[in-house]
């Protein structure tokens, strides 16, 4: 993709893919998730993770799986507060986009 991603629509993407699962998901899952939509690396992932966990958008909690423990990323209340800011900033965002975009090919 030739657009770059930013920390806040990087954020709210993270944030979208997690609030999908009810019980939460893992990192890895997430980093899968998110490679359907934008490239993305595990190592530019667990930053956001981290930063989205001291901010109180995420909760964590350990699964053991095959003798490993797995951590598994939840959306927390103040989680879906900021994702539903997100989403209303995305569509004012991508629809003054759209119009200039669309304007030009005019």
């Known amino acids: 993709m030739v657009f770059n ?20 998901t893992y990192g890895y899952r997430i980093t899968q998730d998110i490679r359907n939509v934008i490239d993305i690396s595990e190592s530019t992932l667990y930053p956001v993770l981290r930063r989205l966990q001291k901010e109180a958008c995420l ?6 799986i095959d003798g490993r423990n797995r951590r598994y990323y939840k959306i927390t ?30």
């Open 59 to 64: 909760e964590t909690y350990d699964v053991a």
């Open 5 to 24: 991603t930013g920390a806040a629509l990087l954020d709210a993407i993270v944030l979208a893919v997690v609030s999908r699962e009810r019980d939460g």
């Open 77 to 106: 209340e103040n989680g879906r507060a900021q994702l539903n800011l997100y989403r209303g900033e995305w569509g004012v965002y991508a629809g003054k986009i759209s119009s200039i975009l669309e304007e030009a090919g005019r």
